[in-house]
């Protein structure tokens, strides 16, 4: 399969809050060095990405957000001078104003809903490298490729049009979406099954119909983001019922991940999509560190076996993923099903 | 004066996120200790507060709040059983879904809006101690004192009904402003002249119009809580007018703050109030390492002046002030001017 990377994307090595400590994230360069590594050896066809559109960009996220995390980490440098990650320490939470102050580190809040990553000096570079790749693989199907596959990182599903979070700054699978729609497709469909809930995803396209988002995910009341991804989120406006949600229970196993799969796979056939995104976490993995499903890696061929009888044009965009030594093996089972 | 104070509040001890780094508090056990110390030196008459009334409190906090916060500590030992400081890592930040998740650290982050303060083992039991100094200080008032004062630690004014942040988890202020209505008093005002904007104590009595919040402090566009504090939050409903804010620009000098304080005071006394809480922040002072303002240790025996000239019956409740080796000097300052 032709796949899509780049290697500045080890230009992002941040910090996370988590478990009340201030640790390398487990979003690491290491995960898409292995993910690379196991593709080449299995003999996939790699190509590095072309420019990013910004037009583009802009049909996804907000200019104010572009202009703010594109300068975010030179304003961070000029107010604290040293090498501190610029991270936010409070939030628009429930009940209080969603205005936009001038302060940076109140921007940073405004502009995120997570402390789980951070903006370093090359956090822009990634994820513009990021997003390239993923409008790359759109391209290459857009040109008539089957399949196409992302090694997108950062990964994109939780960034929303104007908030970063989740280790997501721009939304890869949303602008290889758009990308599609732009070359003249009229409705796509993206299935993410990432174990977390595509929160920015989901956002994005709330109140579009040109877009039918799927999310199968870890119940959000147990699991990150906590604050979307239940089954009652079903779209607003133009988009109501093009939003569908299968939280799914802690621990599930294959059997009821695979049913999910299969009720996504027939809502997707029935709204007459003409191109698939597929945000791929392999963070449901039985030994994700993140994660609690059960799945192995010979359970991603067959899902992915189950994707690919949809015949639809397919952008397999990256998302999480911490098992880092397996991450490998389980892309490569994936992507498998597509050859 | 009589003097409520706790040796308890030094049981709270904890980290903030702030700069990218995870750091001891500024707000730290040695700044009420310095109060205390300046305080007995000067001769004022300390008190040890009686049992918090927790229906009392739940007057202010929800009961829901309140069970979080008292178990809080016991679940994050049992979940990671090691002494990081229980921290959330997610927000329910603008347009994410205010539902309360099931998950331990998810509720922690629907209950806080900021990371500048971390739950550890005795944090409940050191709020406590804080809320019951203050409700002390307003029965002391109550049995006929014309003042008392507080020296609550931690603070309250960020906390609203369920939230904690800016170093806050239980609103001392507006605790024992209800204490007061309780005891017959159909309307007290809380005039709050900390630095930042007492968003807890805003939010709290939104919509109620017998208690009239007055806030003077730090424009949020430029400085935290960031997201409430603005000058167009007057209240709603029935509270609609009873709250008052008036942001001043970073860099604020004594004349400016003195306006804004006699501004504050005419509304007071126009609104028929029978009792007031000075919300007492230091962290106005000039060489506040969290604030910009200019004020002077002698300026704040001139302001006291001012409100005591409104010779309502008053509970003083210490907010922030982190120029910790002034802050003694600074609360004496101030209280000098009630004797």
Redesign the interface.
Known sequence: MRVFASNNHGLHTA????????QLSAESPRRAEIIANTLLNAGHDFHTPGDLDVALVCKIHTPEYINFLSSAWTR?QKK?G?D????????????????R???L??QI??H?????C?IVADTWQAAIEAAATAQSAADHVISGATTAYALSRPPGHHA?SD?F??YCFLNNSAIAAQRLLDSGIDRVAIIDIDYHHG?GTQ?IFYDRSDVFTVSIHAN?????????G?AC?RGQAEGEGWNLNLPLNVGTDYAAWLNAVNTSLEQIASRSAQALIVAFGADTFVDDPLGTFTIRTSDYTKIAQRIASLKLPTVIVQEGGYAVEAIGENVAAFLEAFE
Chains 1, 2 share one sequence.
């Open positions: 910090l996370e809050l988590s478990r009340g400590k201030l961070w604290y040293d501190t990650p610029a991270m936010a320490f409070a939030w628009p939470s429930r009940n209080l104003a969603p205005k102050p001038d302060d580190v109140g809040g405004y995120s809903f997570a402390a789980d951070s929303t908030q979070g989740g929160n956002a959000p009341m147990d699991e990150f983001p906590w604050f979307a239940h989120e």
